[in-house]
T-cell receptor, first 109, second 117 residues
Framework: DAKTTQPPSMDCAEGRAANLPCNHS???????VYWYRQIHSQGPQYIIH???NNETNEMASLIITEDRKSSTLILPHATLRDTAVYYC??????????FGKGITLSVRP | SAVISQKPSRDICQRGTSLTIQCQVD?????MFWYRQQPGQSLTLIAT?????????ESGFVIDKFPISRPNLTFSTLTVSNMSPEDSSIYLC??????????????FGPGTRLLVL
């Protein structure tokens, strides 16, 4: 399964856009990129997924580079409640999700 | 998306005992998964539980320690057997559901927080 690399942490100001990067240079052509977040040891919450086109939903936008080797999750207007660990995952065979360490996003007032 | 509940939400157990965790989903799903999250760590997949077949365990996890049942398409249990303090973790179940998307997505339950003394 393709591995992902994320910075360990980042912060942003409340109300500003949070851009969370992810590298997945070994991704295969039919593998999807998924983003989840985990708020204070709750169950992970699904955010968004994509294959090669940019995607947007009510929570976030996902920008995938043309070569698909990296992606960025964008929270357009971060709030304090968006403080969480964000996981970028390449969905592997048999539906397996391999969680890395994720990136801890801290939203400051 | 599927709504998932787990019981118990938390428990404190004595070493050497066993605990069975229940996972209930509000719709029929083919694939259910069990994860463990040790303190300060990320999630690790324990096994995949498909209805009508034996669970498939990941490397490092064995059926004798983590027996799983999957009696129907909406329910599964994970038992943590002969517990030791090292089993203190959050145990999470997830299900794969298509929802309104063309692609299957995993949705997670709230987790069971286990402390073994």
């Amino acid at each position: 399964d393709a591995k992902t690399t994320q910075p360990p942490s980042m912060d942003c100001a409340e109300g500003r856009a949070a851009n969370l990067p992810c590298n997945h240079s070994t991704i295969s052509g039919n593998e999807y990129v998924y983003w989840y977040r985990q708020i204070h040891s709750q169950g992970p919450q699904y955010i968004i997924h994509g294959l090669k086109n940019n995607e947007t939903n009510e929570m976030a936008s996902l920008i995938i580079t043309e070569d698909r080797k990296s992606s960025t999750l964008i929270l357009p207007h971060a709030t304090l409640r968006d403080t969480a660990v964000y996981y970028c995952i390449v969905r592997g065979a048999n539906s397996k999700l391999t969680f890395g360490k994720g990136i801890t996003l801290s939203v400051r007032p | 998306s599927a709504v998932i509940s787990q019981k118990p939400s938390r428990d404190i157990c004595q070493r050497g005992t066993s605990l069975t965790i229940q996972c209930q989903v509000d719709s029929q799903v083919t694939m259910m998964f069990w994860y463990r999250q040790q303190p300060g760590q990320s999630l690790t997949l324990i096994a995949t539980a498909n209805q009508g077949s034996e669970a498939t365990y990941e490397s490092g996890f064995v059926i004798d320690k983590f027996p799983i049942s999957r009696p129907n398409l909406t329910f599964s249990t994970l038992t943590v057997s002969n517990m030791s303090p090292e089993d203190s973790s959050i145990y999470l179940c997830s299900v794969e559901d298509r929802g309104g998307s063309s692609q299957e997505t995993q949705y997670f339950g709230p987790g069971t927080r286990l402390l073994v003394l």
